[in-house]
């Protein structure tokens, strides 16, 4: 099969086309034919040296693909041979085969191409284990999404908005923090302008927001805990801003805040395949009737991964970039 290999640690370059042995499936999983792969800030991380991939994972890059199960065992699931899914994966996205556990499988919603499918898996199980799960976001709760039109960010302000939650979202630009607000966000706040603190805390009558999906870390930590409502809860997904940060433990202790962090990626099957089972039945139905809507924001031929990193490090993109396999 061809497949993009990482050649060394370094610049986008360095990923170069190569042909593999076809993947060899272990129990519990199931052989897929790409058709689309997406393409996430841990790609990146990998292809510089900087994200260690979990033991028994392929060292090919992409965490997330679409296609068509054309092998392994199915006995038992919901799901047959030939069967169009969209899946998450540890490794192995950008090839034309790929092994995936049947449990992280999830059907390509009705009326979805294989491009859009292939943006759904990372972001969406991602924002649902940290936003619903570890940050507990409640009925009549807000949400601050920093980075809101990333892939994570389309995805987490569509999701929140679409279960009836106000949401707010940063982005780099006034264009940027318009399409936040056409995405659903009752605010989006150009970060380099203006203060979120400052603007969530305006808007909630000095109140603040209950959850914030911080991707950034570092010099933001303060502000986030600014803007916090009491009781409120910040869930860390990445250090975009860096792993350093001054934290006001008296705030935390008065008003009972909660700071977590955590990645997906080494995580067990089963528990993805826990987050898998939340999606299709919370998520998948209002992918279904269009109330929350893929955002593509370009595709590339497989070949062409190297150029599809450094649009990605550019971030100039709204929403996703996705490789045509």
């Known amino acids: 099969m061809k497949v ?4 060394k640690p370094g610049g986008p370059e ?15 999983e199931v052989l897929v034919r790409v058709a689309a792969a997406g393409v996430n800030r841990p790609d990146v991380l990998q292809r510089t040296g900087n994200y260690p991939i979990p033991p028994g994972a392929s060292d090919i890059p ?20 030939g069967d169009r899914v969209c899946a998450l ?9 790929c092994a995936v556990p049947l449990g992280q499988c999830l059907p390509v919603p009705e009326g979805l191409s294989d491009l859009e499918a292939a943006s759904l898996p990372e972001t969406f199980f991602t924002v ?3 936003v619903f799960d570890r940050a507990r976001l409640a009925p009549g709760e807000s949400l601050l999404v920093q980075g809101g039109t990333s892939g994570i960010g389309v995805a987490a302000i569509q999701m929140a ?14 264009e940027k923090a318009r399409a936040c607000e056409a995405l659903g966000a009752v605010r989006g706040i150009n970060y380099r302008t203006e203060d979120f603190a400052v603007v969530v805390r305006e808007m909630t009558e000095n109140k603040g927001v209950d959850v914030i999906l911080d991707m950034i870390g570092g010099s933001y930590l303060p502000r986030e805990i600014s803007a916090l409502a009491d009781d409120g809860r910040i869930a860390l997904i990445a250090l975009l801003g860096g792993a350093k940060a001054e934290l006001d433990l008296g705030q935390v202790l008065r008003r009972r805040l909660t700071v977590s962090g955590s990645t997906l990626r080494p995580r067990s099957v089963e528990f993805k395949a826990a987050i898998a089972k939340n999606l299709e039945t919370k998520i998948w ?13 370009k595709s590339f031929a497989l070949r062409d991964a190297a150029e599809a990193h450094r649009l990605l490090e550019s971030s100039q993109h709204i929403g996703k970039i996705v490789l045509a396999v």
């Open 4 to 7: 993009i290999e990482i050649e």
């Open 14 to 28: 360095v990923l170069k086309e190569a042909v593999r042995p076809d993947p060899v499936l272990r129990p519990g």
């Open 62 to 81: 992409g965490l997330e693909v679409a296609g068509t199960i054309i092998a392994g065992s199915v006995s038992g699931s919901p799901y047959q041979i």
């Open 89 to 97: 994966v540890a490794g192995g996205g950008y090839a034309e085969l």
């Open 128 to 130: 649902w284990t940290n």
């Open 161 to 174: 908005r679409a279960l009836g939650h106000r949401v707010f979202a940063t982005a780099g630009s006034d």
């Open 285 to 297: 139905p209002l992918l279904a009737e269009g109330a929350i809507k893929p955002v593509v924001y």
